[in-house]
């Protein structure tokens, strides 16, 4: 079975908001949240550590992530920030729920932030990679903050760094520092230091959420390692008013920047005509491999795509291609793709040895 890392979970908003224990199966959680509205707020869950262990998950990157003020805010989102101080107190929590993850459950997760402990992981599973109830493989956990607008100066970027976050989407709605999915527009002055800063550092850049021109301005300027987590390619849908998906000249830039996009098995972003009432049957996974073939296809090779499902960031079932009951599902991509000629290292690639190489290439020693 190929190995799976997941570019994009939103695991410590949803232990904090929502109560949910990724310790616990996937199946365990829905029976909990059956008679709460939690289903409702964030559909049903697709994650847990029973499924990272059957679907052989063994890297995903964590996000931290904070509701932008002014978004309409409901009174449950208790992971809203304000202003800078409670934009770190919040990110803090969310790293101590990582933290406290892998401290009370070493055997089901892992922290990574350097090869030495990224290397520990991916043996853990060579030695013995198929389930064994006796003894579970730990998932590795990179974090990633999505969205830095509530860091206050530049300077303050390294406190995350120490703290072991290792990339950041500077932005998720927009304005202060670039433009972004609400707002949009260029790189302002201001967030043109903080490029500068976090490629002295060494982070990751991801332009998941950036507009067009922010991120084709992020492409030709940042002079770290650069991806897109989570996002799709905008030509394959009808619309994108808010310029979330990728265009293929952002792609291009992408994959010339030697980068990797993780596409999102999320409906809404298969087919910009998907109504979760009455056309989820319609959505399967053929979408998504269409969506990885194109940038395979822009690239000559299957060396710059991969999976960032961001599972549980907003959504869950119903929400996902009608044949992913939770993430262990995604296996059901390899016949797909071999059907559309691609060979098993090829596959490999796709559904994670390219996030592999990139972490090595880019995480500190």
């Not at 300027?221 to 000249?249: F, M």
Request: proline share 5%; charged share 20%; glycine share 10%.
């Amino acid at each position: 079975m190929p190995y799976l890392i997941d570019s994009h979970e939103d695991l410590a908003y949803n232990m904090l908001c929502f109560g949910r224990d990724y310790r616990e199966s996937a199946l365990v959680t829905r029976q909990r949240e059956e008679n709460t509205s939690i289903p409702k707020r964030n559909g049903h869950t697709l994650l847990g550590a029973l499924e990272y262990q059957q679907g052989n998950v063994r890297i995903i990157f964590g996000t931290l992530f904070l509701t932008p003020p002014g978004n309409d805010t409901p009174e449950w989102d208790i992971q809203c920030y304000h202003d800078f101080t409670s934009f770190r107190q919040l990110n803090q929590g969310q790293i101590s729920a990582y933290t406290r993850l892998w401290e009370e459950a070493p055997d089901l997760f892992a922290p990574v932030r350097n090869r030495q402990e990224l290397d520990w992981v991916m043996k853990s599973w060579d030695h013995s990679p198929e389930l064994d109830n006796q003894k579970p493989h730990p998932t590795g956990i990179v974090m990633l903050m999505e969205g830095a607008e509530g860091i206050n100066k530049p300077e303050e970027l390294e406190e995350w760094w120490q703290a072991g976050v290792r990339m950041i989407g500077l932005v998720w709605a927009g304005g202060r520092l670039c433009g972004g999915t609400h707002n949009p527009g260029r790189f302002t002055r201001e967030g043109l230091e903080f490029l500068e800063v976090m490629g002295q550092l060494g982070f990751t850049l991801d332009i998941s959420h950036m507009s067009e021109e922010s991120a084709a301005e992020a492409l030709d300027r940042y002079t770290g390692p650069i991806v897109a987590t989570h996002a799709n390619a905008r030509s394959l849908l009808k619309t994108d008013h808010r310029q979330r998906q990728l265009s293929d000249p952002v792609i291009q830039m992408l994959i010339g920047r030697n980068g990797i996009m993780g596409v999102i098995p999320f409906n809404h972003f298969l087919d910009s005509g998907y109504n979760s009432t009455n056309s989820r049957n319609s959505i399967r996974l053929e979408h998504l491999v269409a969506h990885i073939d194109h940038v395979c296809q822009l690239a000559g090779n299957s060396l710059h795509v991969g999976i960032g499902t961001d599972f549980d960031g907003g959504f869950g079932i119903p929400d996902v291609p009608i044949e992913i009951d939770t993430i262990a599902d995604l296996h059901k991509l390899v016949p797909l793709l071999e059907s559309h000629g691609y060979q098993s290292e090829d596959v490999q690639n796709i559904l994670g040895g390219n996030w592999l190489r990139h972490l090595e290439r880019t995480l500190p020693a």
